[in-house]
C-alpha cells in the first residue's frame, strides 16, 4: 500500500510538467499517463518507445518511461531512466522523487533519502520527496524527525491522505495522541476497505491512547466493520471496549474473526481476563483449547479465570485435570493454593509438599508449604520446612523470616532473634522481618541480648546506611550494657541510635530507644524530648507513652505525666478491646470498653468501641446509642465505619429512641461531614425499619453536604449511590459508586454495589468484571486477615499482654 | 548431721569468701508426706486447676517452733471417700520431724483452697489463720490449746455469693490496734470453669489464661474490734480501680509515712497501688508510681511479691514474679512513693524461662544483703498424661544480692533443694529448725510439698526480733524493725501474706554479716510508738513486746 500510494504521488508532478510541456510538442503524454493510471505500463511502455525514437532525451517522456518501467518491476531499467531524467534536468526534483521512490521500493532507503534530500533541495515543497524522506525515517523508528517531513507534506499537500495517515501514525508514536487526533480529523479515507479499515483503526489506537475508551471503541468497531477478518483490529476494539464504562454506550461484541488459531483464542482469552471479564475468557480459552488439546497455557488460563471469578472448585478440578497431562510443580502449587481458598488445609499441604519434590529448586514452593504449615498452627513442621529452605537458599530473605516467624510462634524467642536478623541481612528492607525482630526482643533477657550482640553487629556492618541494621546494633548494645550494669559504653549506643535516626529522620523505635539511653545516662530533659519526638511520630505507641509518663517523673513534671498516663490508660483499654474484637471475643472486649468507659466516660474512642462491641454481639440498638454518644462528646471521631452496618440492624422502636439525638446532632453541628453522613443514613434506615418508603430527599441534602464538606467520604458516595439505585437512577448511581471507586478501589463493597447498577443498566460485562473484583477483594482481605491475625499475633498461644 | 554440712564446711574453710547455700528437701524425712491436690491428673482444661497452692509457716501453738499449714484443693472428679483431700497443718516436733495434727487441730477442711494468711486478730496472743477458696473462705479461730474453730459466719466474713479468692492479708490499715483483713479476689467465679470457645484454627478448647473473663472484687474488711468485720471496700476506696486478676496482697508502708499501703499482684491487668490516705481510705496510684506496668508499659503476668530494702537505702522495694517469658519484675522504691523497674539494671532479668509464682526475699547468708528466691512451676502439673516436670518446666531461682545494687543466679550451686524442678506455687520462709538459718517450704502441686533446709552453715551471723504489740495489734503486723550493723542498714516490717497466697514467718531475721551484734535496733510500731536498743548481740531470736521492751532472747 505504501509504494501504492507513492507511485500516486510521484506521477502528480508529471502531470503538471507533462502537461506544461505538452504543448506544443506532439509527445502523447496524456495517453500514456492514462495507460499508466490503468495499469497497462506495458503498452505505456510501447507507446513511450514509440514517442522516444521521435523525440529522443525528451525528459517527460524518459520520466514515463521509469514510471511503467517500474510498474513492469524492471527496476535498473527504470533507475537509468529516472538518473537520465536528472541529468537531463539537473535543476528539477522530478528525477531525484522518482529515483528515491524507486530505491526505497527496493530497500535502499539511505540512498532513497539522499535523493529526496536533493529534490527538496530543488523544490523544499515537492510533497513526494516530503512524504518519502518521512517515510524512511518512520521506518526506521525515528519519528521525532519523520513528524518533521510528515508535517511539511500535509501543508505543501493539505487533507493528503496519505500524508495525514503517516503523520498521525508518527505523532501517536511520540505519545502525542492529542494532534495524532486533530490530523486524523481533518483527512478522509478513500473508498478502498482496507485503508479505511486502518484509517479507522489508527483513530481508535490514538483515541486509546487518549484513554478516551468510548471512541476508540467505536472507530475499532468501525474499522471491524471493513476489515471483519482481521483479528488485530478485532482484539484492540474488545481491549477498548472493556476498558470503556460509559453507561450510554451499550457495550455488545461482534462475532470474532472466522478461523481464529488456537493462539489467537487465547490471546483473545488473555485480554478478557485481564479485565476480569472471565466468562469470555474461559469461552475463549475453551476454544483454543478445542482448536489445540496441547495448549496447556490456555487450560492453565481456564483455571486462572475460574479462580479470578470465585469459581474455586471449578478451578481446582481444571488444576487436577491438567495435572493428569502435566504433573509440574507449578501446577501442584497453584493447586495448593486453591485449596487453600477453600481452607483444605490438609490438600493444601499435600499438593505443596508434592511440588516442592517436583521442583526442589524454587525456593517460592518451599516457601508457600511452611506458610502453610504457619497458618494452621503446625508449628514444629513449619520450622522444618524453613529450615531445610534456609539451608538449601541462603540467598532468600523469606526462609529465615518464615524460621524466624515459627520459633516466635514457638516461643523459642532467641532463636527468632537469630533467624529474622539474618532475614534482615539479606534483605535489610523487610519491614516484615524488622517488625518481628522487633516484637521478639520483647522477651529477651539479657542473655539474648548477649547472643543477639555480635549478630546485630554483623547486620550493621553489611548494612551500614540502613537505618534498621544500625538501629538493632544500637538497641542491642544499650540492652547488654544495661543488663551488664555497665554503662561505659552507652555513648556507643547512642551514636548508632542517632545515626539510624539521621539515616531515617521518622524512625520512631530509634527515637524511643534514644530517649532510654538518655534515662540510662540520667539525661532526663533530653530523654523527655525525644520520647516526645517519639510519641510524635507514632501517637499510638503505647510504650513510648508509658516511657514519656516516666520521664516526665523523673524531671517533677508530675502534671504532665499524669496526663500523659491517662492518655495511655485510656488507649490500653481501646487497644486491648480491640484486640478481643480481632480475635473474635466480642464479650471480653465488651467488657473491656465497659471498663475503661467507667474510668474515662469522656472519651469518644471508648464509646466507639463499645459500639463495634455491641454491634459485633448483634445488639444493634446498644451499638447504636453507644455511636451516637462518641458523636456527641466528639463529633470529629472517626464512627461512619461502624455506622452503617449497624444501622442497618435497628428496629423502629429502636430509631425512636435514636433520632432526636441525631436531630440534635444536626442541629449542632450543621457543617460536620460525619455527622450529617449519619443523620442520612438515620433518615433512610428508619424510614426502611418503619416499613414505609423512602422519601429519600433529606437524606439525599445531606449526603450531598456531606460530600461537599467532604468530598472524599466514600460512604457518603455509596449511600447517595444507593438512594439513586433504589429510585431506579442507576446512571447517577453508577456515576456516585465511580467516585467511590477512585476513593477507595479496594473496598469490595463499592465494587458490589458498582456491579449491581451495570447489572440495572444491562451492562453485563462491566457488571461481571466489578463482581470479580469484588470476588477477588473478599477471597484476598479472608486470607489476609488470617495470615495477619495468624502469623504473629493470633495463632500465638497468649502470653499474658 | 548430714553429709552436705561437712561439704559445706570443707567450701568454708577453702574460701570464706565464696560461700554457697546448700538447700536438700527433707521434706519426707521431715514427715510432709501429704500430697497437694488441684485438679486431679486428668486434665487442665479450666482456669482452676492451675491456681492455689497457698502455704504458711507460722508458730501456732506459741512453742517458739515454726509449724506449717498447707493449702489443698480439690479434682475435678471427686474422690474415693476416705481419699478426699484436705488442707494440712504440721506441727515442728523441734527435731526436724513434723507431725500432722490437721484432724486434731479442727483443720481438716475439704474444698478448692487456694492461699492463706496468718494474724491474730483477736489480739489474744494466738495466730489465726485466714484461708481462701473458690468457693467461700474462712477464718479459723486459733483457740489457744491446739485447734481451731470456723469463725467465719459470726465474725461477719461470710459471702453467701461464692469467690475466688485468692491471696488475704491482715493488716491494719486504720492503726487502731486491730487487724483487719484484705483479700484478692481473682477472677468472676464462673471463669474457674469456664472454657475458652471454639476458635477457628484450633479444634479444642484450649485454657488461654484469664484476660476476657472478667477480674475479681478485691476486698478490704475493717476489724470492729469485737471479733466481727464489716467490708468497707468501697468506703476506702479498694473498689475504685477496675477489677483485674488478683492474686497476691502485699502490705507494707512504702512512702514511710507510717501508714502500711497495698500492692497487689495482677495476672495480666495492671499492678494496684493502693496509698493510704491515713483517713481510713486508699488512693489507687499505681500507674504514676510506676509500678503498674513494667518499663516499657506492658502488663505482665503477675503472681507473687515480696518486698525488703535490698539496697540498703531506707526505702523497701518490690519484687513480683510474673509469667514465663517475663522476668521478675523488680521495682526500685526512689521514695515519695514513686518506683522505678530495676529488674535488667538489677542483673534479674535472664530470669525469664518457667511461670514464676512464690517468690520471697531473703538473706541466706546472713550476709546482711536480702537475696532472692523464686519459685516455678508449670501451668500444667505432672500426672497430666503421664508428663512429669522436668528441668526444662521448672526450677527454683536463688539470687545472691551482690552488695552493689545487682544480684546474681547460684541456682546452680545452691544444691539439689533448688535445682530439682516441681511444679510450685505457693513458697513460705522461716527458721524452722532454729539454726539461724532461713530454710523454705513450697507447695507443690500433685505432689508432696518441698521443706528445703539449708545444710551448709553460714559463717555469719544474725539476729531475729519477734514483737509483741499492745497498743498496736498483738501480731505487730505492721510495724517496722530497723538494724544499723556498722555502715549497713536493714528495714523490715512485720507482714502477714505476700510470696504468692502465703505466709511467711512473721518473726524478722536479720544477718549480720561477721558482727558480734546489731549496733542499733531502732523498732517502730505501728501505733506510732518507737523503742530503739543499743548493741543487741548477734544470733539470738529478741522478743520485744510494746512499751517493755526485750522480754526475752533466745539462742540457738
Not at chain 1, 527538496?120 to 518533521?148: I, W
Not at chain 1, 488473555?270 to 496441547?294: G, K, M, N, V
Not at chain 1, 447517595?720 to 479496594?746: C, H, I, S, T, W
Amino acid at each position: 500500500m505504501k509504494i501504492l500510494f507513492l507511485l500516486l504521488m510521484s506521477a502528480c508532478p508529471c502531470w503538471s510538467q507533462a502537461a506544461g510541456q505538452g504543448k506544443g510538442t506532439s509527445a502523447p503524454y496524456e495517453s500514456i499517463q492514462r495507460l499508466l493510471e490503468s495499469a497497462q505500463p506495458g503498452r505505456a511502455l510501447t507507446a513511450i518507445d514509440a514517442a522516444l525514437n521521435q523525440h529522443p532525451s525528451d525528459r517527460l517522456l524518459e520520466n514515463l518511461r521509469g514510471l511503467a518501467l517500474q510498474q513492469l518491476g524492471r527496476s535498473n531499467e527504470a533507475a537509468a531512466c529516472f538518473r537520465k531524467v536528472i541529468q537531463l534536468t539537473p535543476g528539477s526534483a522530478t528525477g531525484y522523487t522518482n529515483l528515491g521512490v524507486l530505491l526505497s521500493e527496493t530497500g535502499k532507503t539511505g540512498e532513497a533519502a539522499k535523493l529526496f534530500e536533493e529534490a527538496l533541495k530543488r523544490d523544499p515543497k515537492e510533497f513526494t520527496a516530503l512524504l518519502g524522506l518521512g517515510v524512511g525515517l518512520a521506518s526506521s523508528s525515528d519519528y521525532a524527525k519523520a513528524v518533521l517531513y510528515f508535517r511539511r507534506a500535509l501543508e505543501a499537500r493539505p487533507g493528503d491522505f496519505q500524508a495525514g495517515y503517516q503523520y498521525a501514525f508518527a505523532l501517536g508514536k511520540l505519545d502525542r495522541a492529542a494532534e495524532a487526533q486533530k490530523v486524523l480529523a481533518a483527512i478522509h479515507p478513500p473508498e478502498d476497505s482496507a485503508t479505511a479499515a486502518r484509517y479507522f483503526a489508527l483513530r481508535g489506537s490514538v483515541a486509546a491512547a487518549r484513554k478516551d475508551w468510548g471512541a476508540a471503541r467505536q472507530n475499532y468497531a468501525k474499522a471491524y466493520q471493513l476489515a471483519p477478518a482481521s483479528f488485530e483490529i478485532y482484539s484492540a476494539m474488545v481491549g477498548a471496549s472493556l476498558q470503556s464504562q460509559d453507561p450510554s454506550e451499550s457495550l455488545s461484541l461482534p462475532n470474532s474473526p472466522p478461523n481464529l488459531t488456537s493462539q489467537q483464542h487465547s490471546e483473545l482469552g488473555l485480554l478478557f481476563a485481564s479485565e476480569r471479564a472471565y466468562t469470555q475468557a474461559i469461552s475463549e480459552f475453551q476454544e483454543a483449547l478445542r482448536l489445540d488439546p496441547s495448549n496447556d497455557l490456555a487450560a492453565y488460563d481456564i483455571i486462572m479465570c475460574y479462580r479470578g471469578s470465585g469459581q474455586t472448585e471449578d478451578a481446582i478440578k481444571a488444576c487436577e485435570a491438567l495435572l493428569q497431562r502435566k504433573p509440574v510443580a507449578q501446577l501442584y502449587s497453584l493447586l495448593g493454593s486453591l485449596d487453600e481458598e477453600l481452607d483444605r488445609y490438609q490438600d493444601a499441604v499435600t499438593n505443596l509438599e508434592k511440588a516442592t519434590q517436583l521442583d526442589p529448586s524454587t525456593e517460592q514452593y518451599r516457601f508457600e508449604l511452611g506458610s502453610q504449615y504457619l497458618s494452621h498452627a503446625d508449628y514444629s513442621k513449619a520450622l522444618e520446612v524453613f529450615e531445610a529452605g534456609s539451608r538449601k537458599f541462603p540467598t532468600a530473605a523469606s526462609e529465615p523470616l518464615g524460621m524466624g516467624l515459627a520459633h516466635y510462634a514457638l516461643r523459642q524467642y532467641p532463636d527468632a532473634g537469630e533467624a529474622l536478623l539474618r532475614a534482615l541481612e539479606i534483605d535489610p528492607s523487610s519491614r516484615t522481618a524488622f517488625s518481628a525482630w522487633n516484637t521478639t526482643t520483647s522477651f529477651f533477657g539479657p542473655a539474648e541480648w548477649k547472643r543477639m550482640l555480635p549478630l546485630a553487629q554483623r547486620l550493621a556492618d553489611a548494612h551500614p546506611d540502613n537505618a534498621e541494621a544500625v538501629y538493632c546494633y544500637g538497641v542491642s548494645m544499650l540492652r547488654c550494657q544495661v543488663a551488664s550494669g555497665e554503662t561505659t559504653e552507652l555513648k556507643r549506643a547512642q551514636s548508632l541510635l542517632e545515626q539510624a535516626i539521621r539515616l531515617e529522620p521518622r524512625f520512631m523505635e530509634a527515637h524511643l530507644e534514644l530517649g532510654n539511653v538518655y534515662l540510662a545516662e540520667k539525661q532526663n530533659q533530653a530523654a523527655v524530648e525525644e520520647l516526645r519526638e517519639a510519641l510524635r511520630l507514632d501517637p499510638e505507641s503505647l510504650t513510648a507513652r508509658y516511657r514519656l509518663a516516666q520521664a516526665y517523673r523523673t524531671v517533677n513534671q508530675l502534671h504532665s505525666a499524669q496526663q500523659e498516663l491517662a492518655h495511655y490508660e485510656e488507649q490500653y483499654h481501646f487497644d486491648l478491646g480491640r484486640e478481643y474484637l480481632v480475635s473474635s471475643s466480642p464479650d471480653a472486649a465488651l467488657r473491656e470498653f465497659r471498663l475503661g468507659i467507667q474510668k474515662y466516660p469522656a472519651s469518644a474512642r471508648l464509646q466507639f468501641g463499645l459500639g463495634l462491641a455491641f454491634a459485633a454481639l448483634r445488639q444493634y440498638s446498644a451499638a447504636a446509642d453507644a455511636l451516637v454518644r462518641a458523636m456527641e462528646l466528639d463529633p470529629s471521631y472517626p464512627v461512619y465505619s461502624a455506622w452503617n452496618s449497624t444501622a442497618a440492624g435497628l428496629s423502629s422502636a429502636d430509631w425512636e429512641k435514636i433520632v432526636s439525638r441525631i436531630e440534635r446532632l444536626l442541629h449542632a453541628h450543621p457543617s460536620n461531614a460525619q455527622v450529617l453522613y449519619c443523620g442520612g443514613v438515620a433518615f433512610v434506615r428508619s424510614q426502611v425499619a418503619q416499613g414505609g418508603a423512602v422519601d429519600p430527599k433529606r437524606a439525599q441534602l445531606l449526603f450531598e453536604q456531606a460530600i461537599r464538606l467532604e468530598p472524599r467520604l466514600v460512604e457518603a458516595h455509596l449511600e447517595l449511590g444507593n438512594l439513586y439505585m433504589a429510585e431506579k437512577d442507576n446512571q447517577r448511581a453508577v456515576k456516585e459508586f465511580r467516585e467511590a471507586l477512585q476513593l477507595a478501589p479496594e473496598s469490595s463493597t463499592v465494587h458490589q454495589l458498582l456491579a449491581q447498577a451495570y447489572q440495572n443498566l444491562g451492562l453485563a460485562i462491566p457488571s461481571e468484571q466489578e463482581m470479580a473484583r469484588y470476588r477477588e477483594l473478599v477471597v484476598r482481605r479472608a486470607t489476609k486477615a488470617a495470615e495477619a491475625g495468624t502469623i504473629v499475633q493470633k495463632h500465638v498461644l497468649p502470653a499474658p499482654p | 548431721m548430714p553429709s552436705g554440712v561437712a561439704r559445706a564446711q570443707t567450701q568454708r574453710r577453702g574460701d570464706s569468701a565464696a560461700y554457697y547455700p546448700h538447700y536438700v528437701n527433707t521434706a519426707d524425712r521431715a514427715g510432709l508426706t501429704a500430697k497437694t491436690v488441684i485438679g486431679g491428673d486428668e486434665s487442665k482444661d479450666f482456669l482452676l486447676s492451675t491456681t492455689g497452692g497457698g502455704i504458711c509457716v507460722f508458730d501456732y501453738d506459741n512453742d517458739g517452733w515454726l509449724d506449717i499449714f498447707i493449702v489443698n484443693a480439690w479434682g475435678l472428679k471427686g474422690f474415693p471417700k476416705g481419699e478426699e483431700p484436705t488442707n494440712h497443718l504440721y506441727r515442728n516436733n523441734r527435731d526436724g520431724t513434723f507431725t500432722d495434727v490437721t484432724e486434731k487441730a479442727g483443720l481438716a477442711r475439704q474444698g478448692w483452697g487456694q492461699g492463706v494468711c496468718a494474724g491474730d486478730y483477736d489480739n489474744d496472743g494466738n495466730l489465726d489463720l485466714y484461708v481462701t477458696y473458690y468457693g467461700h473462705d474462712v477464718l479459723f479461730h486459733n483457740n489457744g490449746n491446739g485447734t481451731f474453730t470456723d469463725v467465719t459466719k459470726e465474725c461477719g466474713l461470710y459471702n453467701s455469693e461464692p469467690r475466688w479468692g485468692s491471696g488475704p492479708a491482715f493488716l491494719d490499715y486504720n492503726r487502731d490496734g486491730h487487724l483487719d483483713l484484705f483479700v484478692c479476689n481473682y477472677s468472676r467465679y464462673e471463669a474457674g470453669l469456664s472454657l475458652y470457645d471454639l476458635t477457628p484454627f484450633l479444634k479444642s478448647p484450649v485454657l488461654m489464661g484469664v484476660p476476657g473473663f472478667g477480674g475479681g472484687r478485691n476486698i478490704l474488711y475493717r476489724n470492729n474490734g469485737n471479733g466481727t468485720f464489716t467490708d468497707v471496700s468501697e468506703a476506702a476506696g479498694i473498689l475504685e480501680p477496675l477489677p483485674g486478676y488478683s492474686f497476691t496482697p502485699l502490705v507494707a508502708d512504702f512512702d514511710n509515712d507510717g501508714w502500711p499501703d497495698l500492692y497487689v499482684a495482677n495476672d495480666s491487668t495492671p499492678g494496684l497501688f493502693f496509698k493510704n490516705n491515713g483517713n481510713g481510705t486508699f488512693s489507687e496510684v499505681g500507674l504514676l508510681s510506676g509500678v503498674a506496668f513494667d518499663a516499657n508499659g506492658r502488663s505482665l503476668a503477675g503472681m507473687g511479691l515480696d518486698t525488703a530494702d535490698y539496697d540498703g537505702d531506707g526505702q523497701l522495694d518490690i519484687i513480683r514474679s510474673n509469667f514465663s517469658n517475663e522476668p521478675p519484675v523488680l521495682y526500685h522504691n526512689e521514695g515519695q512513693g514513686f518506683f522505678n523497674d530495676r529488674t535488667f539494671e538489677s542483673g534479674l532479668g535472664d530470669a525469664m524461662p518457667w511461670v514464676k509464682w512464690g517468690i520471697a526475699f531473703l538473706d541466706f547468708d546472713n550476709d546482711g544483703h536480702s537475696d532472692i528466691l523464686i519459685v516455678s512451676g508449670p501451668i500444667y502439673p505432672p500426672g497430666v498424661n503421664g508428663a512429669r516436670v522436668t528441668n526444662e518446666d521448672a526450677g527454683k531461682y536463688l539470687f545472691e544480692n551482690a552488695g552493689n545494687g545487682r544480684f546474681r543466679d547460684i541456682s546452680k550451686r545452691a544444691g539439689p533443694g533448688i535445682s530439682e524442678p516441681h511444679c510450685g506455687r505457693g513458697l513460705a520462709l522461716g527458721d524452722l529448725f532454729h539454726t539461724g538459718q532461713i530454710d523454705a517450704v513450697v507447695n507443690n502441686i500433685n505432689e508432696t510439698p518441698s521443706l528445703l533446709r539449708n545444710e551448709s552453715p553460714s559463717p555469719n551471723g544474725w539476729l531475729a526480733v519477734k514483737l509483741i504489740g499492745t497498743k498496736t495489734n498483738r501480731a505487730a503486723i505492721g510495724s517496722r524493725v530497723s538494724v544499723i550493723c556498722g555502715a549497713r542498714r536493714q528495714v523490715q516490717e512485720v507482714r502477714s501474706g505476700g510470696s504468692f497466697c502465703s505466709q511467711n514467718d512473721l518473726r524478722l531475721h536479720f544477718g549480720l554479716g561477721r558482727a558480734q551484734r546489731a549496733d542499733r535496733l531502732d523498732v517502730r510500731w505501728l501505733s506510732g510508738g518507737r523503742e530503739i536498743f543499743e548493741r543487741v548481740a548477734a544470733n539470738r531470736l529478741v522478743t520485744i513486746q510494746e512499751g517493755k521492751g526485750i522480754i526475752s532472747q533466745d539462742t540457738f
